[in-house]
């Protein structure tokens, strides 16, 4: 139990914050029930994709910046290809939008591995090129999502306690993460952010490894634009603001930025309770302006959080 709790110790604590930030909620709100965990679970899905993206590529020791517009780039695409399409047309616009993520991923990888240079100035400059792809796709916001696609987040699946949105991400994460987690390029990718050159003396491919990283990261973010267009019936060909909450959520989540440790279960709490927060300013009636004065606070003061503590590591 106590190897237990020493190992899961930051989770269970993240886990007890977004409890009593939830029961905070309720007494702020007396009306806030079933139906608000479900529009606050819908409104968080895009972002947790976003930060599960984000932490796959911090845990193999590097970051993509072009997250929020590689989501852009398979929001529109989805949102062009199914306005007016047919039930099983739709179907094949999924599969083909997650295969675009992949692409988009590996594109970003490969260049990466190939050029050498630093994947932070590397991921920059694929922002401007995905986002550019989105608007040549799509000008301004239009498009359509399969009304069979929009049912799977929207209400509840059985008990009204248990929003569709959460049983998507739920599945999503386990059908892609608990497998990879532990196979062999699951245990590579944790092995090159650890120590590349530890890992490329056991035999890893280190730049297949990295690559096939930033392509699960495009995944990930293939599918967080898949449910922005879900939530909102249409593409949005301008990046939202996912960049530095994925990166805060990713942090407070306990994934070490220098790569090597962390899951996704952790950001994935953080990620709501980020969201919680935003919206209790907003019930506390709380000004716009200084709402996201307060947000953007917290996120560069976790941000530099796990960088402080990543330099620590680095010297130890």
Same mark, same amino acid.
């Given at each position: =139990? ?13 886990? $007890? ?25 819908? $409104? ?26 590689? =989501? ?9 290809? =199914? ?5 099983? $047309? ?18 970003? #990888? ?21 986002? #550019? ?9 239009? #498009? ?13 699946? +059985? /008990? ?11 599945? %999503? ?9 532990r196979s062999r390029l699951g245990l590579s990718i944790y092995a090159i952010g650890s120590d590349e050159l530890a890992a490329y003396r056991s035999g ?12 699960? %990261? ?6 967080? #634009?898949?449910?922005?267009? =879900? ?16 990166? /805060? $959520?990713?942090?407070? +989540?306990?994934?070490?930025?220098g790569g090597g440790r962390g899951a996704l279960l952790g950001p994935i709490i953080a990620v709501f309770i980020l969201r919680l927060v935003r919206m209790d300013l907003t019930l506390l009636s709380v000004d716009p302006n200084v709402t996201t004065i ?12 796990? /960088? ?9």
């Amino acid at each position: =139990m106590n190897r237990f709790a020493s190992k899961h110790g930051w989770t269970l604590g993240l886990l $007890a914050l977004l409890v009593a930030l939830l029961a905070f909620t309720r007494v702020i709100q007396p009306d806030f029930g079933a139906s608000g965990l479900e529009t606050l679970t819908r $409104a968080t899905l895009p972002f947790a994709f976003a930060t599960a993206a984000m932490a796959v590529v911090v845990i193999a020791g590097g970051i993509d910046l072009s997250v929020a517009s590689m =989501m852009a780039v398979a929001g529109v695409t989805a949102a062009v290809l =199914m306005e007016g399409a047919s039930g099983g $047309a739709s179907v094949a616009v999924v599969g083909f939008v997650l295969l675009l993520g992949v692409i988009m991923g590996a594109i970003n #990888g490969a260049l990466i591995v190939a050029t050498r240079v630093p994947d932070i100035v590397v991921t920059l400059a694929m922002l401007f090129v995905w986002e #550019g792809v989105a608007l040549l796709i799509l000008k301004a916001p239009g #498009g359509a999502a399969s009304p069979w696609l929009r049912n799977l987040i929207v209400g509840s699946l +059985g /008990a009204d306690w248990v929003p569709k949105s959460f049983v998507l991400l739920a599945l %999503c994460l386990a059908i892609i993460w608990l497998p990879l987690r532990r196979s062999r390029l699951g245990l590579s990718i944790y092995a090159i952010g650890s120590d590349e050159l530890a890992a490329y003396r056991s035999g890893i491919a280190i730049g297949w490894t990295r690559i096939a990283a930033y392509a699960i %990261c495009g995944l990930f973010a293939a599918m967080g #634009g898949l449910a922005l267009t =879900m939530s909102t019936g249409n593409g949005e060909p301008i990046p939202g603001p996912y960049l530095m909450a994925s990166v /805060a $959520a990713v942090v407070l +989540g306990g994934v070490v930025l220098g790569g090597g440790r962390g899951a996704l279960l952790g950001p994935i709490i953080a990620v709501f309770i980020l969201r919680l927060v935003r919206m209790d300013l907003t019930l506390l009636s709380v000004d716009p302006n200084v709402t996201t004065i307060v947000e953007g606070s917290i996120m560069v003061v976790v941000v530099m959080l796990g /960088a402080v503590l990543a330099s620590r590591r680095r010297r130890i």
